[in-house]
């Protein structure tokens, strides 16, 4: 992998932890209530929601996968939903939503999947095209 890239994907994890620092008045209190088993009809609707937006992202896994090649994935727009969607995971906290820490914690594993595929797939090919050059 170049350096660049490290530095770029490095900068975006860095920019998206910048807006937690100073916030420990934010840190929720009241997270008992996340495990109450009492679902109110928000809580079932956050969900259905939550289910559409958070799987948007597994097609293009899928077939990334299924190609074993990264062609076609931009890891960058990936990343930055992956940080940003680490940030709905705290706003959820935030405001005691079941329904949008779960589905945020899944499409943060989900994005990160993606990257990390297209960085495995993309070295792959790197390494690659220069063992055909070299040749």
């Known amino acids: ?3 660049r890239r490290v ?3 490095l900068a975006v994890l860095f920019l998206s932890l910048i807006p937690l620092c100073g916030c420990q008045g934010l840190v929720p209190h009241d997270t008992a209530s996340l495990l109450v088993p ?9 969900l259905v929601a939550g289910f559409g ?5 597994v097609p293009d896994l899928v077939a990334m996968l299924r190609r074993r090649s990264s062609a076609g994935m931009n890891p960058r727009m990936t990343a930055i939903m992956g940080a940003f969607q680490v940030l709905w995971v705290y706003y959820g906290l935030l405001i005691l939503s079941r329904p949008v820490i779960a589905w945020n914690v899944v499409a943060v594993l989900i994005n990160f ?3 990390g595929a297209y ?3 993309a070295g792959k090919e790197k390494a690659e095209a220069k ?4 040749s």
Do not use: E
């Not at 009492?38 to 956050?46: I, L, T, W």
């Not at 937006?53 to 992202?57: E, I, L, N, S, V």
């Open 38 to 46: 009492r679902f109110h009809r928000s809580d079932v609707v956050g």
């Open 119 to 121: 960085l495995y797939f």
């Open 1 to 3: 992998m170049q350096p």
């Open 131 to 134: 063992r055909v050059l070299g």
């Open 113 to 115: 999947l993606s990257v």
């Open 7 to 9: 530095i770029y994907y």
């Open 53 to 57: 937006t958070t799987f948007a992202a």
